[in-house]
């Protein structure tokens, strides 16, 4: 797989884990994320999950070495543009509430 199409997956895997997540209402991170762990927060664990039965995923996480897009950073990062979009819609949406 191409490192830029790999990239795109994981990148893909975890703004779709983010989108449940955030749907549900659902914390993102555990106590404990460490590999030996046996239940390492809700964004890991779905991840994991969606890398199980998404063939390309889980190739892509394969390769993935430093550029995993698990990092709580990112996390935020993806969490804060669907906040950024959800804020843009209400001011669309108000816009056009004013205009009637």
Do not use: W
């Not at 209402?25 to 404990?32: M, S, T």
């Not at 543009?81 to 509430?97: P, T, Y």
């Amino acid at each position: 797989m191409q490192p830029k199409k790999a990239y795109f997956t994981r990148l893909n895997g975890s703004i779709d884990t983010a989108r449940l997540l955030l749907n549900q209402g659902l914390a993102f991170r555990g106590h404990d994320e460490s590999k030996e762990s046996y239940n390492k927060g809700n964004f890991l664990e779905v991840y994991d999950c969606l890398a199980e039965h998404d063939p390309e995923l889980r190739k892509a996480v394969g390769t993935a070495g430093n550029s995993s897009m698990l990092a709580p950073e990112i996390q935020r990062d993806i969490v804060q543009c669907f906040a950024n979009e959800v804020i843009q819609s209400l001011k669309n949406l108000g816009m056009m509430c004013f205009a009637c």
